[in-house]
């Protein structure tokens, strides 16, 4: 049996939290786990808005029924509060999976770009997940010291943060198309967020790593051509063969390493 086959066997997740939830490929994330052979016993989506989704549910006839959660990663609040919904619903059991998937683009060019949007760009897709990661730490740390399992991987608890290459400093992919500057910045310190976790939490058993999801046809990706569809069964798949190599990096969804 190949080493891959075994790590894929033993991906059962327990938890997962996926931010900006309601739609694009978080949604796909959570789509994913629910279709899973062996789907987590909670999948907790989480909106800006739960206004029209405070009925709804993530629900599969074999796994406990997971409520939709307010988060807006902005919201120190809201964070403190979905920490401690999931904490009841848990029971303590502790969180495997966060995944800071919630993200803006502002479309800006260098001569436009301006302290209003750098700002609220920054906030959102670095400083957010950050305070979320802080947040979850209690239940991811508990996660890490519940399981059986040795060394790192996403079924015994992780952070995975939503890059892009476009915050490449090394490749600074698709320049002339689209500059965005404020996006390219706050995804590259998001970058630098995901190693800081990795070195600070490696030995409480948590992994951490940033994910390029290639380019997709999302509200925010309106000119890509790949699917959520065939990127968040990608990215499922990658999930369940990291281990310590993947911590601290930057990986595609193709599973490919990406230059910082
Ligand atoms: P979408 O614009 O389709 O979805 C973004 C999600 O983030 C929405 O659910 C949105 O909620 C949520 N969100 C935005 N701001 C906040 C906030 N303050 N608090 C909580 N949730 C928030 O984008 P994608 O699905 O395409 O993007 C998902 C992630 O993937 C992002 O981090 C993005 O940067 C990254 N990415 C996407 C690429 C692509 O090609 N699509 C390429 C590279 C990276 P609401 O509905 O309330 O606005």
Same mark, same amino acid.
């Given at each position: 049996?190949?080493?891959?086959?075994?790590?894929?066997?033993?991906?059962?997740?327990?938890?997962?939290?996926?931010?900006?939830?309601?739609?694009?490929?978080?949604?796909?994330?959570?789509?994913?786990?629910?279709?899973?052979?062996?789907?987590?016993?909670?999948?907790?989506?989480?909106?800006?808005?739960?206004?029209?989704?405070?009925?709804?549910?993530?629900?599969?006839?074999?796994?406990?029924?997971?409520?939709?959660?307010?988060?807006?990663?902005?919201?120190?609040?809201?964070?403190?509060?979905?920490?401690?919904?999931?904490?009841?619903?848990?029971?303590?059991?502790?969180?495997?999976?966060?995944?800071?998937?919630?993200?803006?683009?502002?479309?800006?060019?260098?001569?436009?770009?301006?302290?209003?949007?750098?700002?609220?760009?920054?906030?959102?897709?670095?400083?957010?997940?950050?305070?979320?990661?802080?947040?979850?730490?209690?239940?991811?740390?508990?996660?890490?010291?519940?399981?059986?399992?040795?060394?790192?991987?996403?079924?015994?608890? +992780? @952070? $995975?943060? %939503?890059? /892009? &290459?476009?915050?490449?400093? #090394?490749?600074?992919?698709?320049?002339?198309?689209?500059?965005?500057?404020?996006?390219?910045?706050?995804?590259?310190?998001?970058?630098?967020?995901?190693?800081?976790?990795?070195?600070?939490?490696?030995?409480?058993?948590?992994?951490?790593?940033?994910?390029?999801?290639?380019?997709?046809?999302?509200?925010?990706?309106?000119?890509?051509?790949?699917?959520?569809?065939?990127?968040?069964? +990608? @990215? $499922?798949? %990658?999930? /369940? &063969?990291?281990?310590?190599? #993947?911590?601290?990096?930057?990986?595609?969804?193709?599973?490919?390493?990406?230059?910082?």
């Amino acid at each position: 049996m190949s080493c891959s086959s075994v790590r894929k066997t033993e991906f059962t997740v327990r938890s997962v939290l996926v931010t900006g939830s309601n739609r694009g490929i978080g949604l796909g994330l959570v789509k994913r786990f629910l279709e899973l052979p062996n789907p987590p016993e909670w999948i907790f989506a989480t909106t800006r808005e739960l206004a029209g989704s405070q009925r709804q549910s993530c629900h599969r006839k074999d796994v406990s029924e997971s409520p939709v959660l307010s988060v807006d990663v902005t919201d120190p609040n809201s964070i403190k509060a979905a920490a401690q919904k999931v904490e009841e619903h848990v029971q303590g059991h502790g969180l495997n999976l966060l995944i800071n998937n919630a993200g803006i683009a502002r479309v800006t060019t260098m001569e436009n770009e301006n302290a209003e949007t750098m700002g609220i760009v920054y906030l959102t897709n670095t400083v957010g997940p950050l305070l979320v990661s802080q947040e979850f730490l209690p239940l991811l740390k508990k996660a890490a010291q519940q399981s059986t399992q040795t060394g790192l991987s996403c079924s015994k608890a +992780a @952070i $995975l943060n %939503m890059s /892009s &290459t476009t915050g490449s400093i #090394e490749v600074v992919p698709v320049w002339e198309f689209r500059k965005i500057p404020s996006y390219r910045c706050s995804k590259a310190a998001l970058n630098m967020v995901t190693k800081c976790l990795s070195l600070e939490y490696k030995d409480c058993g948590i992994l951490c790593t940033s994910i390029h999801p290639g380019w997709v046809k999302t509200r925010m990706g309106t000119e890509a051509v790949g699917t959520v569809e065939e990127t968040t069964k +990608a @990215i $499922l798949k %990658m999930l /369940s &063969t990291f281990s310590e190599k #993947e911590n601290g990096s930057f990986m595609g969804w193709d599973g490919q390493i990406y230059p910082w």
